[in-house]
């Protein structure tokens, strides 16, 4: 890990105090990419409680043994499970010594009684301490639905509970499922385990943020940072604009470095007058940073010490000087973080005008800071959209579910964890309303299917619609759609329009993917060659399915030999696809080919088999991936994708900020 300092002004008029943003910069080692990974020891602990009974405990069940199938022969996993009772289900063994002992043991999990979190993430911990070595990087991966009541419940002693097993080299992450759990409680966990905190709408989310947390361990640098500032003099006075817990000498935890992206700690530093020289330095203080440094054998102590200092002159050779951008910027994130958390603190006293204000006053104050951005203009459009709806709908708007996406959202900003942020956006499919007025008006334009891909013809734009894409690309940006203007990519894994034009057979120029999707309700008629767009609500047909989503891509779940399984809508595939395992011995009807982005064209053997959805049966010509993109529907814990044929003959109406999709 590499560490650095910088200050919004490192120059500053003596004989005047002065207040200056300091910002600690945590980089990974790039060596480290190329070092083997560390072995892992995840205990994962589930709640089998009365709430999780049905699909709920199934798709988490799904999520645990994705989890397993992940890992390698030399990591470790084990398995607590809970109700009013702690269930010990599988105790922690390698991947090599387990086997499908596993998958029998998550098989029989069941759901149960009332929810004792406290006493199930402590046989967790038990088995993550029993299966701990210095080889080994140790995690705690707890998901729950709902609020303990039953044994330990209070905050603070489960808090305490968390550090004493920290202190043995036991991270904690938690994940909550849907409307019922404490938010702050999980959040206060996670903080104090040196972990991450997740917020899931429904179960079928579980699988991706499994996969996300194993990522994160996969690619750990750093352990247990901490940062401390030692102050220059009595006239020097540092406070955090993050929300990092602070331990007993003072230090920031700032829990454990992994991946490629840096982490940030801001701080807000008072200090002088400094004393009137012509010119020189003065010292503020130093930055010591300490933390565990992951080698291929364990983890060893590591600290370095950073001074900071300023330069000192006369206030009239200072009207020229500008911020340091990237300073102001992370100090932008954490001015959004704090609004969010004052309003969240005013709509639970039902005072949503006030809370309104805040989020929509943060906006405009953010948006004169003229950064350009795009990570802090989606903050910064996300803050004015909450802000509309907070004043307009009140509490309809103010759900249990929107309190944890809002608090969620402020743990991540909070401490500049931008990734998990985008993560938890991309499987909520950026369910935000867009403002009304001209946003408001539905337009419908012609579509029709060409090589089975579904183009749709706007003006002079010929856009390929592609729910299977995470993101949107075109030749030139912004694209307006309904009075919106949307940021549009140049090229997604190598694939430009142009390049994915001659894939398609004809010219393209904009693929409309999920990430500007998923702010429209649509409704595909390809019987009457249109599709509509709306900002509001369309009308749904009977019986709408639940959608999913898995990086912003819609999941929904249809029938096949009378079980109930888990598919990527994608209106961007010519063919439907199922995995290698689920085509075996089915005669084939003939070849094919289509294309993924990034991928390229390929050519498949097509067999036919016959799916359920709610009210529509219908027999779909499917093939299978090439094993790469395979890989694929294994971490989203899917068993195949649902093309473009799934919109011929019925209309189809998708509404992904609802979370809803119907046919007919």
Same mark, same amino acid.
């Given at each position: 890990?590499?560490?650095?300092?910088?200050?919004?002004?490192?120059?500053?008029?003596?004989?005047?105090?002065?207040?200056?943003?300091?910002?600690?910069t945590?980089r990974?080692?790039?060596?480290?990419?190329?070092?083997p990974?560390?072995?892992?020891?995840?205990?994962? +602990?589930?709640?089998?409680?009365?709430?999780m009974?049905?699909r709920?405990?199934?798709?988490?069940?799904?999520?645990?043994r994705?989890?397993?199938?992940?890992?390698?022969?030399?990591?470790?996993?084990?398995?607590?499970?809970?109700?009013?009772?702690?269930y010990?289900?599988?105790?922690?063994?390698?991947?090599?010594?387990?086997?499908?002992?596993?998958?029998?043991?998550?098989d029989?999990?069941?759901?149960?009684?009332?929810?004792?979190?406290?006493?199930?993430?402590?046989?967790?911990?038990?088995f993550a301490?029993?299966?701990?070595?210095?080889?080994?990087?140790?995690?705690?991966?707890?998901?729950?639905?709902?609020?303990?009541?039953?044994?330990?419940?209070?905050?603070?002693?489960?808090?305490?509970?968390?550090?004493?097993?920290?202190?043995?080299?036991?991270?904690?992450?938690?994940v909550?499922?849907?409307?019922?759990?404490?938010?702050?409680?999980?959040?206060?966990m996670?903080?104090?385990?040196?972990?991450?905190?997740?917020?899931?709408?429904?179960?079928?989310?579980?699988?991706?943020?499994?996969?996300?947390?194993?990522?994160?361990?996969?690619?750990?640098?750093?352990?247990?940072?901490?940062?401390?500032?030692?102050?220059?003099?009595?006239?020097?006075?540092?406070?955090?604009?993050?929300?990092?817990?602070?331990?007993?000498?003072g230090?920031?935890?700032?829990?454990?470095?992994?991946?490629?992206?840096?982490?940030?700690?801001?701080?807000?530093v008072?200090?002088?007058?400094?004393?009137? +020289?012509?010119?020189?330095?003065?010292a503020?203080?130093?930055?010591?940073?300490?933390?565990?440094?992951?080698t291929?054998?364990?983890?060893?102590?590591?600290? +370095?010490?950073?001074?900071?200092?300023?330069?000192?002159?006369?206030?009239?050779s200072?009207?020229?000087l500008?911020?340091?951008?990237?300073?102001?910027?992370?100090?932008?994130?954490?001015?959004?973080a704090?609004?969010?958390?004052k309003?969240?603190?005013l709509?639970?006293?039902?005072?949503?005008?006030?809370?309104?204000?805040?989020?929509?006053?943060?906006?405009?104050?953010?948006?004169?800071?003229?950064?350009?951005?795009?990570?802090?203009?989606?903050?910064?459009?996300?803050?004015?959209?909450?802000?509309?709806?907070?004043?307009?709908?009140?509490?309809?708007?103010y759900?249990?579910?929107?309190?944890?996406?809002?608090?969620?959202?402020?743990?991540?900003?909070?401490?500049?964890?931008?990734?998990?942020?985008?993560?938890?956006?991309?499987?909520?499919?950026r369910?935000?309303?867009?403002?009304?007025?001209?946003?408001?008006?539905?337009?419908?334009?012609?579509?029709?299917? +060409?090589?089975?891909?579904?183009?749709?013809?706007?003006g002079?734009?010929?856009?390929?619609?592609?729910?299977?894409?995470?993101?949107?690309?075109?030749?030139?940006s912004?694209?307006?759609?309904?009075?919106?203007e949307?940021?549009?990519?140049?090229s997604?894994?190598?694939?430009t329009i142009?390049?994915?034009?001659?894939?398609?057979?004809?010219?393209?120029?904009?693929l409309?993917?999920?990430?500007?999707?998923?702010r429209?309700?649509?409704?595909?008629d390809?019987?009457?060659?249109?599709?509509?767009?709306?900002?509001?609500e369309?009308?749904?047909?009977?019986?709408?399915?639940?959608?999913?989503?898995?990086?912003?891509?819609?999941?929904?779940?249809?029938?096949?030999?009378?079980?109930?399984?888990?598919f990527?809508?994608?209106t961007?595939?010519?063919?439907?696809?199922l995995?290698?395992?689920?085509?075996?011995?089915?005669?084939?009807?003939?070849?094919?080919?289509?294309?993924?982005?990034?991928?390229?064209e390929?050519?498949?053997?097509?067999?036919?088999?016959?799916?359920?959805?709610?009210?529509?049966?219908?027999?779909l010509?499917?093939?299978?991936?090439?094993?790469?993109?395979?890989?694929?529907?294994?971490?989203?814990?899917?068993?195949?994708?649902?093309?473009?044929?799934?919109?011929?003959?019925?209309?189809?109406?998708?509404?992904?900020?609802?979370?809803?999709?119907?046919?007919?």
């Amino acid at each position: 890990m590499n560490a650095d300092v910088k200050l919004d002004f490192s120059r500053v008029p003596h004989g005047e105090p002065v207040t200056l943003r300091l910002m600690v910069t945590l980089r990974p080692d790039a060596r480290r990419r190329e070092a083997p990974r560390r072995a892992l020891n995840v205990a994962v +602990v589930l709640d089998r409680s009365g709430s999780m009974s049905g699909r709920k405990l199934e798709d988490v069940k799904d999520a645990a043994r994705t989890l397993y199938r992940a890992l390698g022969p030399a990591d470790t996993f084990s398995l607590a499970a809970f109700d009013d009772k702690v269930y010990a289900v599988v105790p922690p063994g390698t991947i090599a010594e387990l086997g499908q002992s596993v998958d029998r043991a998550i098989d029989s999990l069941q759901a149960g009684g009332q929810t004792d979190l406290c006493g199930g993430y402590e046989q967790g911990c038990r088995f993550a301490v029993k299966a701990a070595c210095a080889e080994r990087t140790s995690r705690v991966l707890l998901l729950t639905d709902g609020l303990a009541n039953h044994g330990v419940v209070e905050p603070p002693q489960i808090a305490r509970v968390v550090d004493r097993y920290r202190s043995l080299g036991i991270g904690t992450s938690t994940v909550g499922v849907g409307a019922g759990y404490n938010e702050e409680l999980l959040g206060l966990m996670a903080e104090r385990g040196g972990g991450a905190t997740y917020f899931l709408r429904s179960a079928a989310e579980a699988a991706l943020v499994f996969s996300e947390e194993l990522g994160d361990l996969f690619s750990i640098d750093a352990a247990d940072i901490a940062v401390r500032f030692v102050p220059a003099s009595v006239d020097v006075r540092a406070t955090q604009l993050n929300t990092y817990a602070i331990d007993g000498d003072g230090a920031w935890r700032m829990g454990d470095l992994f991946g490629t992206q840096p982490r940030h700690l801001v701080l807000e530093v008072a200090a002088g007058p400094f004393a009137p +020289v012509a010119e020189g330095k003065a010292a503020l203080g130093t930055i010591e940073v300490r933390w565990r440094r992951a080698t291929d054998a364990g983890f060893e102590p590591a600290s +370095v010490s950073l001074p900071v200092e300023v330069t000192l002159g006369p206030k009239e050779s200072m009207g020229g000087l500008r911020p340091d951008r990237e300073v102001v910027l992370q100090a932008a994130f954490l001015v959004a973080a704090r609004a969010i958390e004052k309003a969240l603190g005013l709509a639970d006293e039902q005072k949503f005008e006030q809370a309104a204000g805040v989020l929509a006053d943060t906006a405009t104050h953010l948006d004169s800071f003229a950064l350009g951005d795009p990570g802090l203009d989606g903050v910064i459009a996300d803050l004015r959209d909450r802000a509309a709806r907070m004043q307009q709908e009140r509490e309809q708007f103010y759900s249990s579910m929107e309190r944890k996406s809002m608090y969620t959202r402020h743990q991540h900003l909070s401490k500049n964890l931008h990734g998990k942020l985008s993560s938890m956006e991309s499987r909520h499919g950026r369910q935000r309303p867009l403002d009304a007025g001209a946003h408001g008006v539905p337009r419908t334009f012609p579509c029709y299917l +060409v090589n089975g891909h579904l183009l749709v013809e706007m003006g002079e734009d010929r856009v390929l619609l592609d729910t299977g894409s995470p993101v949107s690309i075109g030749g030139q940006s912004p694209f307006e759609l309904l009075g919106r203007e949307n940021i549009l990519q140049t090229s997604y894994q190598g694939a430009t329009i142009d390049s994915l034009g001659s894939l398609v057979g004809t010219r393209i120029t904009v693929l409309l993917g999920a990430d500007i999707l998923s702010r429209y309700d649509m409704r595909i008629d390809l019987d009457a060659g249109t599709v509509q767009f709306s900002s509001s609500e369309l009308r749904l047909g009977a019986e709408p399915l639940p959608v999913g989503f898995f990086q912003g891509v819609p999941i929904v779940e249809a029938r096949m030999d009378g079980a109930a399984e888990r598919f990527f809508f994608d209106t961007g595939a010519k063919l439907s696809y199922l995995h290698s395992s689920r085509v075996q011995g089915l005669p084939p009807v003939g070849t094919d080919r289509d294309f993924f982005p990034g991928f390229g064209e390929f050519e498949v053997k097509v067999v036919e088999r016959d799916i359920a959805l709610v009210n529509l049966r219908r027999r779909l010509r499917f093939a299978t991936l090439p094993r790469l993109l395979e890989m694929s529907l294994l971490l989203a814990g899917v068993t195949g994708i649902l093309g473009s044929a799934l919109c011929e003959g019925s209309p189809v109406v998708y509404a992904p900020r609802r979370g809803l999709l119907s046919i007919g």
